[in-house]
């Protein structure tokens, strides 16, 4: 399977824990996004890479939330002194230049 | 600021019965559309993506369409399949970067 992957697909965490999880891109897509969805809603963005570079972070991304992609291959995305508010699903997707975006499974993160 | 807004929320549908998804969008001057299926606590999967130069798009017994001047787009999925229950989900590119915007979907259940 060459599809998005990400890892773990849940994660259960008590308040003030740090959190990490990792994307890992369809190969030869140069471009990465991270979104978060809550319940009964759409994903919404919160950051995007071409190659290495981080190119836009959204306003729902505070200092507590950074992300990296080392190398323009995989993303990992981590979360300092978890709250109760980032309980949700947590999307990887990437693309070519000029293609649709590919999503993968999602990490559910539940914050006690 | 773009909104997308997607109606009904729910809508339940005997087996055979074609569909009509609704996908609303505030500001025309988009880069793309696309639309999505999402499975319960799944990723989503690409159905159709539509240019902004384009007016519509076809797969199998999917078909959307696209009106920038009026703001809306629509999915039709035709003899509907209990296997079509999922949400559905309509997604603005903004730009060419990829960032999307996301409606807050329909969810979709067609009964045998």
């Known amino acids: 399977d060459t599809g998005v992957s990400q890892d773990p697909r849940h994660k259960i965490t008590k308040r003030g824990q740090n959190v990490t999880f990792r994307c890992d891109p369809i190969?030869?897509?140069?471009?990465l996004y991270w979104y978060r969805q809550t319940l009964g809603q759409g994903p919404e963005f919160l950051t995007y890479?071409?190659?290495?570079?981080?190119?836009?972070k959204s306003r729902l991304l505070s200092d507590r939330f950074s992300a990296e992609r080392p190398k323009g291959s995989f993303s990992t995305l981590e979360i300092q002194r978890t709250e109760q508010g980032d309980s949700a699903m947590y999307l990887c997707?990437?693309?070519?230049?000029?293609?649709?975006?590919?999503f993968g499974p999602g990490t559910r993160l539940t914050v006690l | 600021k773009q909104e997308v807004t997607q109606i009904p929320a729910a809508l339940s549908v005997p087996e055979g019965e074609n569909l009509v998804l609704n996908c609303s969008f505030t500001?025309?001057?988009?880069?793309?559309l696309q639309w999505f299926r999402q499975d319960p606590g799944k990723g989503l999967t690409s159905l159709l993506l539509?240019?902004?130069?384009?007016r519509e798009q076809t797969s199998g017994r999917l078909n959307a369409s696209l009106d920038k001047s009026s703001g809306r787009s629509t999915l039709y999925i035709a003899a509907s399949q209990p296997g079509d229950s999922a949400t559905y989900l309509c997604?603005?590119?903004?730009?060419?970067?990829?960032?999307?915007?996301f409606g807050a979907g329909t969810q979709v259940v067609v009964t045998p």
């Open positions: 190969s030869e897509h140069n471009r």
């Open positions: 997604a603005v590119g903004t730009d060419s970067w990829g960032k999307l915007q």
């Open positions: 539509i240019q902004s130069s384009q």
């Open positions: 997707a990437s693309r070519r230049v000029t293609d649709t975006q590919y």
């Open positions: 500001d025309s001057a988009i880069y793309n």
């Open positions: 890479f071409q190659n290495e570079a981080q190119l836009e």
